[in-house]
Every structure is written in C-alpha cells, then in structure tokens.
C-alpha cells in the first residue's frame, strides 16, 4: 500500500474565530476566504475548542436564530476530532469515516497546523492513482 501522510495532502492554511464570534461574522469571513469551516478558539488561552461549519450557520438561519448576535461558541461542534501531520491519509480517512466528519483540523504538539478535508481527499486520488499505476509499470518492466 502506498502510504502518504497527512501534511502531504491538507489544507495548510486555517481560519480561526473566538467563541464571542457571531454567526454573521462568521459567514462573512466563511464566504471572503471560500472556505466551509473556521476552528473556535478560546479568545483568553487561544486554545483550539471546536468547530464552525457553513452548514452549522445555515441551521441557525433555518431556525430563525438572530445571526447577528448568536455567538459561535453557542453552536459549535466540539469537542473537535483531530489528526497529526505524520499520520497517514488512509488513517486520517477511516476516522472521518467513523465520526462521521468531513473536516479534520490538524494539530501537532497541540498547535493548529492545518485541516484535512474531504475535498483535500479527493483531489489527492487522481495523485494515488498515477502513482500506483507508475508502481505497477515499474515492476512489469524487466
């Protein structure tokens, strides 16, 4: 099996907000940087408490919430499931697949050092697949 690690495939650039973070806020900073989720940190320690998806925000909007002033730390997924950079992507995807998530913030050494998606998956198979198609040529030619 190949093995390729985790750090060869995230996303390695995160967006943070605080508890105190709005959902209004939140949905802006989600739609400037094009992405579908921001880590919660703590604003006092900075330590890394859950997670804010576009579909998170989305619930409060469909259960009339005022996102003006519900706080992400009211709503967040948490605690998060993370991954280590060194671990391996078949790892890293069964685990998603067990807790049924599609973001996995990495964290090594208790620092935030990216996040591993299903969209970060996908584009790596076309990689998998050519790579094992070069291994395979190479041991059938003599």
């Given at each position: 099996m190949i093995t390729q690690s985790v750090?060869?495939?995230?996303?390695?650039?995160?967006?943070?907000?605080?508890?105190?973070?709005?959902?209004?806020?939140?949905?802006?900073?989600?739609?400037?940087s094009d992405i579908g989720s921001a880590i919660v940190v703590d604003p006092e320690t900075d330590e890394n408490l859950g997670i804010v998806?576009?579909?998170?925000?989305?619930?409060q909007v469909a259960?009339?919430?005022?996102?003006?002033?519900?706080?992400?730390?009211s709503f967040m997924?948490?605690?998060?499931?993370?991954?280590?950079?060194?671990e391996c992507i078949h790892t890293a995807a069964e685990l998603m697949?067990?807790?049924?998530?599609?973001?996995?913030?990495?964290?090594?050494d208790g620092e935030l050092v990216g996040i591993l998606t299903t969209t970060?998956?996908?584009?790596?198979?076309?990689?998998?697949?050519?790579e094992i198609l070069r291994r395979r040529t190479a041991l059938l030619t003599p």
């Open positions: 750090a060869d495939v995230m996303t390695p650039i995160v967006q943070t907000v605080t508890t105190g973070a709005t959902a209004s806020e939140t949905a802006r900073l989600l739609a400037a998806t576009e579909s998170d925000i989305m619930h259960t009339d919430a005022d996102v003006a002033t519900v706080r992400v730390g997924s948490s605690p998060l499931v993370t991954v280590a950079s060194t697949k067990d807790r049924s998530v599609q973001r996995l913030p990495v964290v090594d970060d998956l996908v584009y790596y198979i076309p990689r998998l697949r050519r």
